[in-house]
């Protein structure tokens, strides 16, 4: 069974940083490309960022450019998202992702995490 697990959420004040990790079993992800995605109260799921299977892209919504960083781990199965600069509008529950295509790192997603909270207080 496919398992994406997020670990890292939580909650922090406006301008502070977190460290949200997802951890892959049951399947080895070393060549698929990974995301993160949020999903706000009332909103709809949004993509955050992607990245290829070997690191060389990497892809970014435009509202967390220069702030946000995502980085893998093949070894260890794993890929993070750093989160600094954080502001009120990006408090959302965070979803990990992985796809079967190793290179494009746009949307559709084919494996999903359960979600991990993040809340900005301003």
């Known amino acids: 069974q496919v398992q994406l697990v997020e670990s890292g959420g939580g909650l922090v004040q406006a301008g502070g940083s977190l460290r949200l990790s997802c951890a892959a079993s049951?399947?080895?992800?070393?060549?698929?490309?990974k995301g993160w995605f949020r999903q706000a109260p009332g909103k709809e799921r949004e993509f955050v960022g992607g990245?290829?299977?070997?690191?060389?892209?990497?892809s970014y919504a435009e509202s967390v450019k220069g702030r946000f960083t995502i980085s893998r781990d093949n070894a260890k199965n794993t890929v993070s998202l750093q989160m600094n600069s954080l502001k009120s509008e990006d408090t959302a529950v965070y979803y990990c992702?992985?796809?079967?295509?190793?290179?494009?790192?746009?949307?559709?997603?084919?494996?999903w995490g359960q979600g991990t909270q993040v809340t900005v207080s301003s």
């Open positions: 990245i290829s299977w070997n690191g060389g892209r990497i």
């Open positions: 049951g399947r080895t992800f070393g060549r698929y490309a």
């Open positions: 992702a992985a796809k079967a295509d190793p290179i494009v790192t746009m949307p559709p997603y084919d494996y």
